[in-house]
């Protein structure tokens, strides 16, 4: 009997990044096909191929993508070399290692192309590093901007939660909204 291929992030409320991370990876051929479930149990989450958000591991080859531990400290930088400091949630995570496959799937290009290449870094810059920072608590000002916000997105997001008043709250309808 076949298991079921799965990505595999946290259940209850949820957020832009892991939102954003589950939507690139599966933009991606190789994760195309796999179902996105919701939960915390360690042992349901041990059966999944991906894991984001959730876990309490950062692990490439394992395919593990949390920044909740206390030692986390990632950035684009410190993986591929960009020049941004902000530590990564798990969209931007998901983005270090898949964003550039993720471009080339959605535009039809190889991943070296260098359209591709050009518009990573200027996807991160413009998009990505706000949903990394705001994830992490990052002020955008402190003086002079840290990082540029050019969306709503997080926001339009956090919208599809369900309303504290709410008689039947669905998180799980919300998510897939998002």
Known sequence: MATQSLIGT??????????????????????????????????????????????????????????????????????????????????????????????????GLPAEDADVEKLYEQIYKKFVEAIDAIDNGVNQFDGLPRYQLSSTFGSRVEHCNPAWNEETPDPEKGFQKA
């Open 10 to 107: 946290h259940n209850g409320k949820f957020h832009c990044d892991e939102v954003f991370a589950c939507y690139m990876l599966k933009k991606l051929p190789m994760f195309s096909n796999h179902s996105i479930i919701r939960t915390r149990d360690p042992q349901i989450l041990n059966g999944c191929d991906v894991v984001v958000d959730v876990g309490g591991v950062y692990d490439h080859q394992r395919m593990r993508y949390d920044h909740h531990q206390r030692d986390f400290a990632e950035t684009i930088q410190s993986i591929v070399g960009l020049p941004f400091q902000t530590k990564l949630s798990s969209a931007g995570l998901i983005y270090a290692h898949y964003g550039k496959a993720v471009i080339g799937s959605i535009l």
